[in-house]
């Protein structure tokens, strides 16, 4: 069974810094790409970012040059680096498996999210 | 970017009766849309990818149609579980893109 575990969210005032962790098990890691997609309280679904199996990067304009995605294969986990944050990023956000290794892969499983706050 | 709308908004409907939930894309984006169903308070889920491929457990009264520009999320007769709010997402060009959602209310 597929299992996405995020952490490491929390309260963050504007401008701050925060890493968020997603733990994987169930599947083999490495062979997928990784999203993460956003919900800002009361609203839609935003994705944020994508990370290919073999490293490829993308992301939503509204974090390019902000925020950053990496995996740590050895680990089974996969980061999110969220660096001059803002109100607008106050959300949960979900980590979520890709339908394989493509970046561009349909998102196929979710993980319960971490809740971010950036106070205005 | 590709702009996905869904419509209506809301659907107001009881259990037993059938659902119709559209989405439509600003640019063609093949068959490379993905509906999710999300309940208060938890994540959302897959329900159709690609499209028309229905996700593993997902009951057949939940059927994806269209390609191009215009897709539809039918639920045959809707059971009590299936009220909650639906999105649309495309994955044909970057950025990836969500719908602002169908929300599927009891009557």
């Known amino acids: 069974e597929v299992q996405l575990l995020e952490s490491g969210g929390g309260l963050v005032q504007p401008g701050g810094s925060l890493r968020l962790s997603c733990a994987a098990s169930?599947?083999?890691?490495?062979?997928?790409?990784m999203s993460w997609v956003r919900q800002a309280p009361g609203k839609g679904l935003e994705w944020v970012s994508v990370?290919?199996?073999?490293?490829?990067?993308f992301y939503a304009d509204s974090v390019k040059g902000r925020f950053t995605v990496s995996r740590a294969n050895s680990q089974n986990t996969v980061f999110l680096q969220m660096n001059s944050l803002r109100p607008e990023d106050t959300a949960i956000y979900y980590c979520?498996?890709?339908?394989?290794?493509?970046?561009?892969?349909?998102?196929?499983?979710w993980g319960q999210g971490a809740l971010v706050t950036v106070p205005s | 970017e590709i702009v996905l709308t869904q419509s209506p908004a809301t659907l107001s409907l009881s259990p037993g009766e059938g659902a119709t939930l559209s989405c439509r894309a600003s640019?063609?984006?093949?068959?490379?849309l993905a509906w999710y169903q999300q309940k208060p308070g938890q994540a959302p889920r897959l329900i159709i990818y690609?499209?028309?491929n229905r996700a593993t457990g997902i009951p057949a009264r939940f059927t994806g149609s269209g390609s191009g520009t215009d897709f539809t999320l039918t639920i045959s007769s809707l059971e009590p579980e299936d009220f909650a709010v639906y999105y649309c997402?495309?994955?044909?060009?970057?950025?990836?893109?969500f719908g602002g959602g169908t929300k599927v209310e009891i009557k």
């Open positions: 169930g599947f083999s890691f490495g062979n997928y790409a």
């Open positions: 690609d499209a028309s």
């Open positions: 990370i290919s199996a073999g490293g490829s990067t």
């Open positions: 979520a498996k890709c339908a394989d290794y493509s970046a561009s892969s349909a998102i196929f499983s």
């Open positions: 997402q495309q994955r044909s060009n970057w950025p990836l893109t």
């Open positions: 640019q063609r984006v093949g068959s490379y």
